[in-house]
């Protein structure tokens, strides 16, 4: 079955620090990929997504995340945290076949400490 | 331009009862899909519907219905409910369609319904 991997389930930084969260997904096919957040309290919003293209990828807020298709790899990154970034944070994929289902990750909680 | 809307944000049920929540997706956006969201699983996917239609279904069992009504607003029925099934009920809307793939701009998500089975 298709699934997405989450590496790190809690990530502490302090604020500057960079930030990267591993994603990985099991599937050979044709993929959207995406990453979420959801902030305490608040509902999930997109951070941005690969559709096709650059397999860089910029979002809101200053993140980026680059796809690498030889390693089925979606990470996210930003250079420089701030305390506002704390914050849970899901990677999501999208199977071409498999209509508008989106297979999520276990999630990882980021808290940046001021 | 108003977000997706979930009615109610939280509710209360007793084991065995049924329950129907309900969804408005942001105007303009025929597709709409639910997620259910536990500590312990996570995301899962519920079902999407398009068009009054439902296109894919996940791994739950027959308990978990829904349906789509023709101006796209959504609601999902869970009967006979297990303790189980507390769980935030996610509800996402987007401007894709059949054969459409990707879909245009995402997902965009509500804020859920919090339901507890007690």
């Known amino acids: 079955a298709q699934s997405v991997s989450q590496h790190n389930h809690h990530v502490i930084l302090s604020e500057a620090a960079s930030l990267e969260l591993g994603c990985n997904y099991s599937y050979g096919g044709t993929v959207n990929l995406f990453w979420y957040v959801q902030y305490p309290g608040q509902h999930l919003q997109l951070l941005l997504k690969y559709f096709s293209g650059d397999p860089l990828v910029k979002g809101i807020k200053g993140f980026e995340a680059e796809f690498i298709k030889s390693k089925f790899s979606f990470n996210l990154r930003k250079p420089s945290v701030q305390w506002s970034d704390t914050a849970e944070y899901f990677c999501?994929?999208?199977?071409?076949?498999?209509?508008?289902?989106?297979?999520f990750g276990q999630g990882t909680e980021l808290s940046v400490k001021p | 331009k108003a977000g997706v809307t979930q009615t109610p944000r939280y509710l209360i049920k007793t084991r065995g009862q049924q329950v129907t929540l309900s969804c408005s997706p942001i105007s303009g956006h025929r597709s709409v899909s639910w997620y259910q969201q536990t500590p312990g699983q996570g995301l899962q996917f519920l079902f999407e519907y398009f068009s009054e239609t439902q296109r894919n279904k996940g791994n739950f069992p027959g308990r978990f219905s829904g349906r789509q009504f023709s101006n796209s607003r959504s609601e999902m029925n869970v009967s006979t409910l297990e303790l189980g099934d507390s769980a935030l009920y996610l509800c996402?809307?987007?401007?894709?369609?059949?054969?459409?793939?990707?879909?245009?701009?995402?997902?965009?998500f509500g804020s859920g319904t919090r339901l507890t089975v007690v």
């Open positions: 996402a809307s987007s401007l894709a369609a059949p054969g459409h793939f990707p879909p245009l701009y995402g997902y965009t």
């Open positions: 999501a994929v999208m199977i071409y076949n498999q209509g508008g289902k989106l297979i």
